[in-house]
């Protein structure tokens, strides 16, 4: 028996980061807080927030690439080892063969002089795991797996040859080529048109399922994650305010800002008016001691404003929010 087989792949437990500031020396800011979740092999978990609520600073953590002087608490464990304890030959192999990254815009990660070959062999190579030959053999059958036909002429050509969703799942390829354990992609789609998007990130999430791979995918797109995830971890103000089962937690919020999110979205079924979250966002060191909606929520009490809620076990699912049994019924008709 495989006693590792229920053992996560990426296990991050009440992570925190905090920057320094530059206006005030010495000073620093919070950033993410108190941020659990984990990746088991072939699971796709999605992270959703507005602009700021740290979904990249986390996948920036997983890295160990955070802005110079960022100081991290908690634990990132990966394969049953502590990220945060790896010597810098173990981080330099971590990043280049067992962890890959797909970026938003691929134009901006291409070099216009070089061929798709190039491109795509040039990481796996220079690890010395494959040889030019060997690698360029590997990615024709993964452009081949990502439904890219007649691969060898498309090695040959220039990315200006090459449409955005052409490019993107040659991105896809290249993260897949050194097999790594965990694929982390950061709005991967969100340089293509939306339909273009969802083909290129349910051709993302069945290489991840066939090669039992762990993939966190980060978005702004509630639905597009939705439709491609098996977990859904909502961020706001550095810190996880919902995560769970990706279709319970679409079907059936439990946190008041994971309704608001799904009710303020235009929907191509109904003309009924968008009802947009009053209030801006906040970064995590904006929030007092309350709850860190609390100032936009329509349902927040004293309670909520003065006290921080812990994330609890509510409906199946990991829920930061004081009220979230009483609020249910009144959730669920925000959003349907
Ligand atoms: N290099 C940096 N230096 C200082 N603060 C930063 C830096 N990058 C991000 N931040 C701050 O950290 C917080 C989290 O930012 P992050 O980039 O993780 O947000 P995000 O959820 O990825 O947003 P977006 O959807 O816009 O990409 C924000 O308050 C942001 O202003
Ligand atoms: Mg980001």
């Not at 691929?106 to 030959?133: K, Q, W, Y």
Request: with cysteine; net charge neutral; glycine share 8%.
């Amino acid at each position: 028996m495989n006693e590792r087989v229920n053992e996560p792949l990426l296990d991050i437990e009440n992570l925190g980061v905090e920057l320094p500031r530059h206006d005030r020396r010495g000073a620093r800011r919070t950033v993410i807080q108190g941020v659990t979740l984990s990746v088991a092999p072939g699971e796709a978990v999605g992270v959703v927030g507005e602009s700021g609520s740290g979904k990249s600073m986390t996948a920036r953590a997983v890295l160990r690439l955070l802005p110079a002087g960022a100081t991290v608490t908690g634990h990132i464990g990966f394969q049953g080892r502590s990220v945060l304890g790896l010597s810098r030959r173990e981080l330099a192999d971590y990043r280049s063969r067992r962890v890959s990254m797909i970026y938003q815009d691929p134009r901006a990660h291409t070099n216009p002089l070089r061929t798709i070959a190039d491109f795509l062999t040039e990481g796996v190579v220079a690890c010395g795991d494959m040889s030019r030959d060997e690698a360029a053999e590997a990615g024709c059958a993964l452009l081949r797996d990502v439904g890219v036909s007649d691969p060898e002429r498309r090695m040959t050509q220039y990315p200006h040859q090459l449409s955005g969703g052409l490019l993107q799942r040659m991105m896809i390829v290249m993260a897949l080529l050194p097999s790594p354990d965990l694929v982390l992609a950061d709005e991967p789609t969100t340089a293509l048109d939306v339909t273009v998007q969802s083909e290129v990130m349910a051709i993302l999430a069945e290489q991840i399922r066939e090669r039992s791979l762990g993939l966190l995918f980060i978005t702004h797109d509630l639905d597009l994650a939705a439709a491609v995830t098996d977990t859904l971890a909502v961020m706001y103000a550095g810190t996880i305010v919902e995560i769970g089962p990706a279709a319970a937690v679409y079907a059936g919020p439990a946190h008041p800002y994971t309704a608001a999110l799904l009710a303020s979205r235009p929907s191509p079924f109904s003309v009924k008016r968008i009802a947009a979250i009053p209030g801006r966002p906040i970064a995590a060191f904006e929030a007092g001691d309350g709850c860190v909606f609390a100032a936009r929520c329509p349902y927040a009490t004293d309670q909520c404003r003065t006290q921080r809620p812990l994330a609890r076990p509510v409906a199946g699912r990991s829920v930061a929010c004081h009220r979230a049994e009483d609020l249910e019924s009144a959730l669920r008709a925000m959003v349907s």
